[in-house]
């Protein structure tokens, strides 16, 4: 059987296995903690939970406390895969550029297996929850949603040499990413209701196991190996490995080192106020006044889907009449309305709409990674997206940190105040890519910086 050069179908399963296990694992821990402190049960009746909306009722402090040690124990979680998980985010990407791309999309893949697995049998044998920091080491140390984010743009980026098309290729990406969110979001709640924790966690462990074989026996390599490169395992195959990233600083010219780093600073600030919103939702729709179960919390997220089948439609049609600046702009003010609004959303319909101005929200990821992409050499692909997984591994589990914190912090005198911080925040990236254009920054300069002599 012929193999395909289709990344795609990897970003889609494995993105759906782990936004299927991500509700699943955050109420299993929500749960856990609820009977520990309630000794019993969570109990769901219609479309909302048990959770107590009377501040003089002393159940309503104890639930409180509930969120307040969910956060904090996502929190640990989250640091105690964070050093493995940066470190080989940056070498198995960067092991792409000479060795191929299949490596660090298989890898995570195996690590997403694990950590299903820890919660499985947490579930299965009522094993205490500090099991899950073993298993959240393992599938650190064998990379992680980051690694396989810049496995996949890397592989684009081998196949997409026409810059036109760079933009469109690495949104449609991006929204396979949130199209397969947003179906995992709609099965988790009815996942959980149909078959309990116990069976719904074999959902996302078979999809992981579908995707490590299509990646063994299906996908193709887009990088042939040499046999005169070194063996990955010597002292000059392992200095390899970090010497791209090193030569794309080091060697380009002042005017490159600039823009790559500006928008490396804009894509990570923008990262940051991002996904530390978007890990407080569940928890924020349990709460009162929201109280929504696993059905309705599915539903949410599955709204998510428009706005990244929103933000691809919106790159696809921009770029044919804007610069690449401004449809970041556009993006970062999708974002604002959307979050300011989520901050005071106090019923379930307001929470519903809040996906209505977050519909362009997705796309200053794409287009900066696109910009990024213009920005280099072909043979620097490998480098920079190495460089963003990296940053990336780091800034996503910083971000959950920090905000998961505030959050436990504020929780008790106002929940929304996470997402007004996320608001605030989103500005610096703005503030960024309007500085890139004020010293000159355009979209005909790329062709320049690119060719631009090596100082």
């Known amino acids: ?26 109420q299993y821990v929500y749960h856990k903690l609820w009977e520990e402190e309630f000794n019993t049960t969570v109990v769901y009746n219609d479309t909302t939970s048990t959770c107590e909306t009377n501040q003089s009722n ?65 579930s299965f044998f009522d094993l205490p929850l500090e099991i899950l920091y073993l298993s959240a080491v393992i599938s650190g140390f064998l990379g992680g949603f980051a690694t396989i984010i810049g496995g996949c743009f890397s592989y684009i980026a081998d196949i997409a040499k026409e810059v036109r098309t760079k933009n469109v290729r690495i949104a449609f990406l991006d929204m396979v990413l949130g199209v397969s969110s947003g179906f995992a979001g709609i099965a988790s ?29 299906i996908l193709e390599e887009t990088v042939e190996r040499s046999e005169f490169q070194q063996h990955v395992l010597s002292k ?9 990233v090193y030569r794309l600083f080091k060697h380009s010219s002042c005017k490159k080192r600039v823009a790559v780093s500006l928008l490396l600073f804009a894509f990570m600030s923008y990262l940051f106020a991002n996904i530390g919103a978007i890990s407080l939702f569940t928890l924020y729709e349990l709460d009162s006044p929201l109280c929504w179960d696993p059905v309705l919390i599915g539903w949410g997220s599955s709204l998510s889907t428009l706005c990244f089948v929103g933000s691809f439609l919106g790159v696809f049609f921009f770029t044919r009449c804007m610069k690449d600046p401004y449809i970041v702009f556009i993006g970062i003010a999708s974002w604002f309305g959307g979050i300011v609004m989520t901050a005071f959303a106090k019923t379930t319909v307001t929470m519903m709409l809040v996906r209505i101005p977050l519909l362009f929200s997705a796309m200053p990821l794409p ?40 959050y436990a912090s504020t929780v008790l005198w106002f929940p929304g105040f996470s997402f007004l911080l996320s608001a605030l925040l989103c500005l610096i990236p703005f503030g960024v890519v309007w500085l890139l254009l004020c010293i000159g920054y355009q979209e005909r300069d790329h062709v320049l910086l690119v060719n631009e002599e090596e100082s």
Not at 78 to 84: F, K
Not at 194 to 204: D, E, N, Q, R, V
Not at 236 to 244: A, D, I, P, Q, W
Not at 382 to 399: D, P, R
């Open 367 to 406: 287009v900066l990674r696109s910009m990024m992409s213009k920005v280099v050499l072909e043979t620097e692909q490998g480098a920079l997206f190495a460089c963003i997984a990296c940053l990336e591994s780091v800034t996503g589990s910083l971000t959950i940190a920090v905000f998961s914190g505030i």
């Open 189 to 217: 709640g009815y996942t959980i209701r149909g078959l309990g924790f116990k069976w719904s966690f074999a959902i996302p462990a078979s999809l992981h196991i579908i995707n490590i074989l299509y990646i063994i026996l």
């Open 236 to 244: 000059e195959g392992f200095v390899e490995l970090f010497s791209g």
């Open 1 to 26: 059987m012929g193999k395909l050069r289709l990344v795609e179908p990897v970003m889609a399963v494995y993105c759906f296995a782990s936004f299927v296990g991500l509700p699943l694992m955050q």
């Open 58 to 122: 002393p159940n309503y402090i104890r639930q409180k406390e509930v969120q307040r040690r969910a956060s904090i124990f996502s929190t640990t979680l989250d640091l105690s895969s964070l050093i493995p998980s940066l470190l080989m985010a940056l070498i198995l990407v960067s092991y792409g550029d000479q060795h191929g791309r299949k490596a660090s999309l298989l890898l995570p893949s195996i690590g997403g297996l694990v950590t299903i697995a820890g919660y499985s049998a947490a």
